[in-house]
C-alpha cells in the first residue's frame, strides 16, 4: 500500500477544485475539470470509448437522447461524500454523481495533472 494512503482530509476549496491531504501529510490538489472528465462511472466511461465494462443488456441500443449539459455546469463541484471507507462521491451542477472515486483512483489523478 502507498504510504500516502488514505487520505487524512479531503476538502473542497472551491466549484472549481479540492485539496486532499494525505497519511504522510502530503497535500496534492486536484481540478474540477480533471476530475470530471475522468469521472469513473459506467456512463462517463463509455462516452471516453471505455468498454471494459460493458455486459449487453439488449442487442439493440436505446433511442434515448441525453442532452448534454454546459461545460461550466458539468465542471462545477457542489457536494463532496464519503463513500464507505474507501471512497468519494462528487456531485457536480448538472446532478451528475454516479462516479465512485476510490483513494486509489484519486491518488492516481494527482500524477496527471
Same mark, same amino acid.
Given at each position: 500500500?502507498?504510504? @500516502?494512503? %488514505? %487520505? @487524512?482530509?479531503i476538502r473542497k476549496l472551491s466549484e472549481r477544485e479540492i485539496q486532499v491531504t494525505w497519511s504522510n501529510g502530503e497535500t496534492d490538489r486536484i481540478e474540477s475539470v480533471l476530475l470530471r472528465r475522468e469521472c469513473p462511472c459506467a456512463t462517463c466511461r463509455e462516452a471516453r470509448g471505455d468498454s471494459s465494462h460493458n455486459t449487453p443488456i439488449a442487442i439493440k441500443r436505446s433511442p434515448l437522447t441525453i442532452v448534454e449539459s454546459t461545460l461550466e455546469e458539468s465542471t462545477q463541484l457542489m457536494n463532496i461524500r464519503g463513500v464507505g471507507n474507501y471512497a468519494i462521491s462528487l456531485e457536480w451542477g448538472d446532478r451528475h454523481d454516479d462516479g465512485i472515486y476510490t483513494w486509489e483512483y484519486l491518488l492516481e489523478?494527482? @500524477?496527471r495533472k
Open positions: 500500500m502507498n504510504s @500516502k494512503l %488514505p %487520505p @487524512k482530509e489523478l494527482t @500524477k
